[in-house]
């Protein structure tokens, strides 16, 4: 009968086959904890990232529409107010589109919702803005529309994005 420790063959291949056993076992092992990584970011992904890539886009929705307000602005023509409107109508759908999917699924704590609650009192508080804005440039000009973004959109603008950024900042931490 042959005895694997008698012979150099049978140790080294008695020690190359152990060793592959360990390293396939590392492997394994290496494998379930990389599966276990990738759930838990996807965890930490669906309860935190997720919020704050909405409230992202909102934001990009906002900047869309304040772009679409300035470069109206800087026109000085009162005939580029009349396609406005439908441009406002536009980025306030994606805006909501985009609220609705934040708003309350993803929230975390009731100090977010609070806040939350907050940009829903400004939000709602500006889209009277925009129309008046619109109708001050369609039915007094340029000039005149040009001051109301200054008195009263403009701040109103700042004030949204601000406590937007607030927040983001809950989903974060």
Known sequence: MFKVT??????????????????????????ISLDRSIATT????????SGLNEIAKVDANLNTMQADLLRVLNTRNDAS??????RIS????????????????????PAEKAEAEKVIAQYEALI????????VGQNDGAVEANDFY???VDPSFN????????LADYQVT
């Open 81 to 86: 107010f009349f396609g406005l409107g439908d």
């Open 6 to 31: 008698n012979s150099i063959k049978g140790k080294l291949g008695l020690g190359f086959g152990l060793i592959l056993a360990l390293v396939c076992g590392m492997g394994a092992y290496a494998y």
């Open 128 to 135: 009277p803005q925009l129309e008046e804005f619109v109708e």
């Open 42 to 49: 996807d965890r930490i992904y669906e309860k935190n990232l």
């Open 159 to 166: 004030a949204l994005r601000s406590s937007l950024s607030a």
């Open 90 to 109: 536009e980025a306030r759908s994606g805006v909501e589109e985009r609220w609705a999917r934040y708003y309350p699924a993803l929230l975390t704590t």
């Open 150 to 152: 200054a008195a009263y």
